[in-house]
């Protein structure tokens, strides 16, 4: 079956208590057992839950991968896949990277032990080359949060396993309807369900998937040791979501593209990021990659902070808010949002400047959508 059906069905069959055609809300904590030792294979819902259950096996089936976890957000699940590593191991990353998943990197892991290395993901060589004898994971975004720059990631998988080093892939700007990590080479693929999966901005969630046995049996531990796990609500959520993926994810990216061909040409924006653009200095990557270019749009404002504020105060129809992947169109502000937790000056050398605004384009007649921006560009330019 093709990916459309797919996203609808797998994972999902009919209630075999009632023959209901959605996957219920097993809304408890526990489930009563026979007797010692004799379940219907679940005992208490932090370890496993039927709704979750027909999650991960959706999320997994969708990815390519043989197992998936769920988790109660993506920042959950980024902390399981790095729960694999011990003190002394390393991890070569790339530098622009989502400022969450830096502050996890530097303040909490670093602190426990583990040692940290940010190459221009750009460049696959900068992988290999930042290799050690302890290096024992490769975290990729691809695209990258907020500039949308690609990482080739088949050839980065070459490196690492020449060396026998773990590849985790962050593939939540894609998600599974236009990219697929595991095909290209890597391990792990995680994803944050909040965005494009769950898809209304409703719920908060995370997910791992991997076919490498050893990978899941240590990060299903650790999702049961710890307990990051979401609650059925949000895992049903998530999966109604799901449902949809394909047909949203077309609309997004086909309104991204005429945003971003919009603003190349406004006299008030200084650049657009957008890898679906020929002017994108990796579009033939994206083109080879990818089977659709997303819909996140970064573009820079001629000007600075005043400006970026006017900016945002305007809009009408986008609203300025953290996140992404939602139906609704947002517009955050990169320095002092997502990416606040790096100190300045290395925002700053990564290109994210008080200037830089990024856009999750929903899926809005896209029309109203030029015209708020317009406005929103009007009002910046009077600053």
């Known amino acids: 079956m093709r990916f459309d059906t797919l996203a609808i069905h797998l994972g999902q069959e009919a209630d075999p208590a009632t023959g209901a055609t959605i996957v219920p809300i097993y809304q408890t904590s526990t489930f009563t057992q026979e007797g010692i030792g004799k379940h219907k294979g679940f005992e208490y819902s932090r370890t496993g839950n039927p709704t979750r259950l027909a999650l991960e096996r959706c999320l997994a089936g969708l990815e390519g991968a043989s197992h998936g976890l769920a988790f109660s957000s993506g920042m959950a699940a980024i902390s399981a896949v790095l729960s694999m590593l011990e003190p002394g191991d390393h991890v070569v990353a790339s530098a622009d990277l989502y400022g969450g998943t830096y502050r996890l990197f530097e303040k909490v892991l670093k602190p426990l032990g ?71 080479g890597a391990d792990i693929v995680v994803h944050s369900t909040t965005k494009y999966i769950g898809g209304h901005s409703d719920m908060v969630g995370g997910a791992v998937l991997t076919s490498v046995k050893e990978v899941y049996d240590a990060v299903k531990f650790h999702q049961n040791a710890a307990g990051g796990v979401p609650g059925p609500f949000d895992a049903w959520l998530a999966l109604r979501g799901v449902k949809t993926l394909a047909v949203r994810m077309r609309r997004h990216a086909e309104n991204a593209k005429a945003v971003a061909e919009h603003l190349s040409n406004h006299p008030e924006v200084k650049s657009v990021i957008y890898p679906g653009l020929a002017s994108h200095p990796q579009h033939e990557l994206a083109r080879r990659q990818m089977s659709g270019f997303g819909g996140m749009v970064t573009f820079r404002l001629e000007g600075g902070r005043a400006e970026a504020d006017a900016f945002f105060r305007a809009l009408k129809v986008f609203s300025y808010a953290e996140s992404l992947g939602g139906v609704e169109s947002l517009a955050a502000h990169p320095a002092t949002m997502t990416h606040a937790s790096f100190p300045a000056e290395a925002r700053e050398a990564r290109g994210i400047t008080e200037a830089t605004v990024r856009l999750s384009v929903g899926i809005e007649d896209v029309s109203d959508l030029v015209a708020d921006l317009d406005a929103a560009l009007a009002a910046a330019a009077k600053a």
Request: glycine residues 4%; positive net charge.
């Open 114 to 184: 583990l040692t940290f290395t940010y190459v221009d993901g750009k460049d696959p060589s900068a992988f290999g080359k930042a290799l050690t004898p302890k290096t024992r994971l490769a975290w990729l975004e691809t695209p990258t949060n907020p500039l949308l720059e690609l990482i080739d990631i088949a050839a980065v998988a070459r490196e690492c396993k020449a060396k026998s080093v773990k590849v985790a892939v962050d593939n939540t700007f894609a998600s599974p309807c236009f990219q697929r990590p595991l095909g290209l």
